[in-house]
Nanobody, 125 residues
Framework: QVQLVESGGGLVQAGGSLRLSCAAS????????MGWFRQAPGKARLFVAA????????YYADSVKGRFTISRDNAKNTVYLQMNSLKPEDTAVYYC??????????????????WGQGTQVTVSS
């Protein structure tokens, strides 16, 4: 089992920045690709960003490209999501996820195996 705990959410004005963190435990962190998803009220959970096991390859949803950056520190068992130029439409609960296969994050065949509990991000206009 992999346990994931997100932190760093909060309330920020439009144009501001936040950095989310997701601390992993339970298994070898570097064995897992990591990703972020978000779910706005009344909407489906959507892919935001993903990073492969080494951190050398990243993937982004079109809606966040150029504004968000995913990174990981395998020594600290943590993945980050730096969010800049935030917009009110970025308001959502953000979830961290882990899976042995990077492809899970870039295809729609199944959901990642492990999820965090989520952290709320609210962007005011």
């Amino acid at each position: 089992q992999v346990q994931l705990v997100e932190s760093g959410g909060g309330l920020v004005q439009a144009g501001g920045s936040l950095r989310l963190s997701c601390a992993a435990s339970g298994r070898t962190f570097s064995d897992y690709a990591m990703g972020w998803f978000r779910q706005a009220p009344g909407k489906a959970r959507l892919f935001v960003a993903a990073i492969n096991r080494s951190g050398g390859t990243t993937y982004y949803a079109d809606s966040v490209k150029g504004r968000f950056t995913i990174s990981r520190d395998n020594a600290k068992n943590t993945v980050y999501l730096q969010m800049n130029s935030l917009k009110p439409e970025d308001t959502a609960v953000y979830y961290c996820a882990a899976d042995l296969q990077t492809s899970v994050f870039v295809t729609n065949r199944r959901e990642p195996d492990y999820w965090g509990q989520g952290t709320q991000v609210t962007v005011s206009s």
